[in-house]
């Protein structure tokens, strides 16, 4: 099975290297030079240099004859298109394409996408499963039309870095649902302290969603 992975962040070059070692054939895309220097020490002659939301760059990386695209840049616009262009363009089989923001899933779905991944779905479904008497966060999953849920990665530069959460004013009707630190996943409570490296998942108004991205990550 030949599969094409684009987009070499944390993701894309985990997966890489995660199927290499299971015995797949892989060839990872990455537009930025610096990044490929990198990987090259790692994975050698399977990184292409390119846009791999240009048909081109799939064409160069052989997409006639994948059988897995799978797109997982931090931008779900080009994920969208590297997933369109293989499918329609190269007819690749099977599409799996990265949804940063979980408002875009169906969406992807419905533009024929075979399978979306949300990183935040599946914390929320997570955090369900830790606390399965909590209403609230059960009601969160189930995207009512007014809801925003915001991922946030925390650094140095973060105003609420080294704070306790019941420390921070956030936004009225705002709840901090997830905490994720490294693997580990923490359901959070006012005594928990936001360090650089965070990642924060939350729920708030769809018209405070900019405000509260604004405090998180200014």
Do not use: W
């Amino acid at each position: 099975m030949y599969i094409i992975v684009v987009g070499g962040g944390k993701v894309g070059f985990y997966l890489t290297k995660t199927l290499l070692a299971e015995g797949y054939e892989v060839l990872l895309i990455e537009r930025n030079p610096n990044k490929i220097e990198g990987f090259e020490e790692q994975f050698g002659a399977v990184i292409l240099s390119g846009d791999g939301a240009e048909a081109q760059t799939l064409k160069t990386a052989g997409a006639a004859r994948a059988d897995v695209v799978i797109a997982v840049t931090g931008e779900d616009e080009d994920n969208l298109v590297i997933c369109q262009t293989a499918k329609q363009k190269f007819h690749v089989r099977k599409t799996i394409a990265r949804v940063n923001n979980p408002k875009n899933e169906s969406l992807f779905q419905m533009l024929g996408i075979d399978v979306t991944v949300s990183q935040t779905n599946h914390i929320l479904h997570l955090i369900e499963q830790s606390i399965p008497g909590n209403s609230f966060v059960h009601l969160l999953s189930l995207a009512h039309p007014d809801l925003a849920i915001v991922d946030a990665k925390i650094d140095r530069s973060s105003p609420v870095a080294d704070m306790q959460i019941g420390r921070i004013s956030l936004p009225t009707g705002c709840v901090i649902a997830a905490v994720i630190r490294g693997s580990e996943l923490i359901v959070p409570n006012s005594t928990t302290e936001l360090i650089p490296g965070d990642d924060v998942i939350a729920i708030t108004h769809r018209d405070q969603e900019d405000e509260l991205r604004a405090l998180l990550v200014a």
